[in-house]
Nanobody, 117 residues
Framework: QVQLVESGGGLVQPGGSLRLSCAAS????????MGWYRQAPGKQRELVAT???????KAADSVKGRFTISRDIAKNTVYLQMNSLKPEDTAVYYC???????????WGQGTQVTVSS
């Protein structure tokens, strides 16, 4: 099972930026899909962005044009660059890795992002 460790969360003012990192315990080259999800207090966990083994990316409508998912295969790390942050982006952000289409996903422990003035 892939172990995932997130970092980079924190407190930022509206309009600011943060970059989250997700370090995997092994090679991410052949992992079917990796992604970022978030969960705000009292709400369900929701998809933020994903990246497949081919490098194809997808983002939720609420973050399109503001958030970008990317990966560094040499570092076994997936990133989430978050720009123009809004208070409604406040949540715990989780990294996910699904090794194959039929394999159960692994999750990181989460990192808190708070957008507030």
């Amino acid at each position: 099972q892939v172990q995932l460790v997130e970092s980079g969360g924190g407190l930022v003012q509206p309009g600011g930026s943060l970059r989250l990192s997700c370090a995997a315990s092994g090679s991410i080259l052949s992992i079917y899909a990796m992604g970022w999800y978030r969960q705000a207090p009292g709400k369900q966990r929701e998809l933020v962005a994903t990246i497949t083994s081919s490098g194809s990316t997808k983002a939720a409508d609420s973050v399109k044009g503001r958030f970008t998912i990317s990966r560094d295969i040499a570092k076994n790390t997936v990133y989430l660059q978050m720009n123009s942050l809004k208070p409604e982006d406040t949540a715990v952000y989780y990294c996910m890795a699904q090794p194959t289409l039929v394999t159960r996903a692994s999750w990181g422990q989460g990192t808190q992002v708070t957008v507030s003035s």
